[in-house]
């Protein structure tokens, strides 16, 4: 990780946090910044996404609230470059549900999202909420809340997989899939069942897409994907997976 965010104290992270706030209606933006500011956080806007991303750059922020319509370079951009780099707690904001779905598919690394219109107090507690699990994901104690699974630990709460210490990035559904699996570690689940279970009833994708979310998983697990010791494959009926004891 190139860039690291400056925290205080685990206590009450949030009465000291910096939120970089980048959205381009000026309107929004102050009044967002002045509720947050209300709440006890260090607010710093920026109008632009090349304006955000340079402001996030010269001094990383706790968290940054990013608008998904922006001019020029639109908060897609933004979040992918921050990523590079960066685990710095996302909200991305978008106006319609349907964006939010769209780009939650995306993998873009948001830590979540928020649909205008919404509430000052729902901001917040989303951010409150946001801040309290980078918190708790970086203090060693949590380590001990993940789960080991072949080479990687797999943290539930933070929707997130660790390998030697660093985030290996899956697709949220490769995630809920490795989630459903974990839940129900040692039994058998067929193609068309996983699709049900994790995708939903109303799916009507292909069983080749579990084997490719799954091809993914192994990758970011296994010490070797060709030969999985967690997420095995069970001939001519579907996939389990097996914790070690
Ligand atoms: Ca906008």
């Not at 990523?83 to 993998?107: H, Y």
């Not at 649909?115 to 507690?125: G, Q």
Request: aromatic share 4%; proline share 4%; charged share 25%.
């Amino acid at each position: 990780m190139a860039v690291t965010s400056p925290r205080q104290s685990d206590a009450m992270p949030e009465r000291t946090s910096t939120i970089l706030l980048v959205e381009d209606e000026r309107a929004l933006r102050e009044a967002l910044a002045d509720a947050l500011t209300s709440e006890g956080f260090v607010v710093k806007q920026a109008d632009t996404g090349a304006a955000g991303l340079a402001a996030f750059r010269a001094a990383p922020p706790d968290l940054i609230l990013l608008d998904l319509m922006l001019p020029e370079m639109g908060g897609i951009e933004v979040c992918r470059s921050i990523r590079s780099s960066s685990r710095v707690p996302i909200i991305m904001v978008t106006a319609k549900a349907s964006e939010t779905d769209r780009i939650s598919g995306l993998d873009l690394g948001a830590d979540d999202y928020v649909t205008k219109p919404f509430s000052s107090r729902e901001l917040v507690a989303r951010i409150r909420a946001v801040l309290r699990r980078a918190a708790a994901g970086e203090s060693p104690a949590a380590v001990g809340s993940r789960l080991r699974i072949a080479e990687a630990e797999i943290d539930l709460e933070g929707q997130r997989i660790l390998r030697s210490g660093s985030v290996v990035h899956v697709k949220p559904k490769a995630f809920q899939l490795l989630a459903f699996l974990i839940q129900n570690a040692g039994r058998v689940y067929s193609r068309e069942q996983l699709l049900d279970r994790v995708w939903g009833y109303d799916y009507a994708g292909e069983t080749r897409t579990v084997d490719v979310h799954m091809h993914a998983l192994r990758q970011a697990i296994e010490a070797v994907p060709a030969q999985p010791t967690a997420l095995q494959t069970v001939r001519n009926i579907g996939y389990v997976l097996r914790r070690s004891a």
